[in-house]
């Protein structure tokens, strides 16, 4: 077993939902305090829906475009983006960043339904904004500096 | 390096060989089918390839029961929506598609009106939408590179809001693929060219993108081997049956080794080149295969060396030593580049394509990152990268 296994089912559900939170706040908060952010936000249509959620029911978020940035969103309707983790450990792998994104997606852990150059672009401004939060919160670390060595925003 | 998890799924039956087309008025009874739809385009049609299916169906005492033989180049709804009322028209109960890329992912497109009984494809858009087994759908392809006829994927043109719609799902992957060496025989030389450069990427990416597995390494090496084998053979002799039928099985291998690893960053570049400039597919392949293997080679130097023994076998492979296998390996594949651009004038260079300009490349760089198949890359890219990776296909 591993070490990822042994950590309980509720710790686990826990760390993931409070990193879900994290990340949808902060998709919420990045538009007003980042340019490069704002700019790629910018390439998203008003109204987009973009929604990450651990399959079949959460943890997750699920946010809105609204002029320079991104609203909280509790539409009920299918998003115009989701990526879905097919399992909560896999999520916990990702968020834990044991596995960095592209490992997960090439490992089949998501799911990623809607078109694929928005995606690519959440993705961009994802890793921006872990940027500007995970040096403060976890130190620039290997295995972060790989995280986000994957995307960069082009000029 | 494999994945610590992979999946591979490929369930199409391949009917391949000689009278291969007559296995299917068998095969289509056995799914109880008895009044196939035609799907086709003009080329196929004017180049006599429907003959033989058509006498093929005539004598297992089937027809087809309605024919759609004007699919353009570059699919649309429109185009599917109008297919998918000529199949109801006809009360047809199955697919034939017959023809390359576009009519293939017609057909897909098609399919999904007519099983789900729908009139827009919209809803059926992105991954996951459809959740049933669609009509049977059998597959004739006219080329040997495209590897739709193992794909679970499809992509039709929205002409109103002139976006690609990608669908993806099981439910998409055909019935079954019928390779018989007859439908190939007529392909020009520039497009056999261009098509065995485009299988031979989706091996190459296969085999050394983040998702590769053992199995569709399987699939990648031994699709990598016959082309290698067999192109210039076809290129010198047409109707070389048995080299255009080891061409066609190797684009279907190679399709089944990248609709289980993915390709990444030479299609991902391709994508753009093609939609911007108007190069075929498998010509975009081929400028860039070379330049994005040389900017993967301090992530994958062990793996591209391994190439080196399907592209020129046993004794070249054994001959270099383990260091200088990587570089030999992308020697070889600009050999066979610039043996095919005597034959047929098949593009090396961007310059030489006649279609793309200078200034175009930073634009180009800058859509590539937000193609899908970049996610699969074994190295991180950037748009210095990409620029750096065009500049070197330039000339």
Redesign the interface.
Known sequence: MSAVDAVPTSVVRGYVAALMAILGRGLVSLGGADAVAREEIHGFPDGFTFEMKVLPSGPGFRVRKEGDGFVPDRGEERPALSIGFKHLRHAFRVTTLLDD???A?????L???????L???I??VIDRMLRLLLPRAFGTTATTIRLF??????? | MT?????FFCPVKILAGTSALEHVPFELRLLGASRPMLVTDSGVKGAGLLDPLRRALAEGEMDFAAAFDDVPSDSSTTVVTACASLYRQHRCDAIIAVGGGSVIDTSKGVNILVSENADRLEPFA????LKRPLRPFFVVPTTAGTGSEVTLAAVITEPTRE?KL?FTSYFLLPTAAVLDPRMTLTLPPKLTAATAMDAMTHAVEAFI???KNPLSDAYATAAIRKISANVIVAMDKPRDVAARFELAQAATMAGIAFSNS?TSLVHAIGHELGATCHLHHGTCMSLVLPYALEYNLSARAAEIGELLLPLEGADTYAKTPVEERPKAAIASIRRLRDDLHARCDLPRTLNETGQVRRDQLPAL??RS????A????PK?V??EDVLGILERAWA
């Not at chain 1, 060595?149 to 000029?155: F, L």
Request: cysteine-free; charged content about 25%.
């Open positions: 994104t592209p490992r997606i090439a490992d089949d852990r799911v990623i339904d809607g078109e694929l150059a995606a690519m672009r993705n961009r060595a994957r995307m960069t925003t082009p000029p | 994945t610590s998890y992979y999946e992105g991954s996951g939408a976006v990608l993108g983040l998702a993915m760089a800058r990152l937000d193609d899908g970049l996610s699969y890359n991180a950037r748009y």
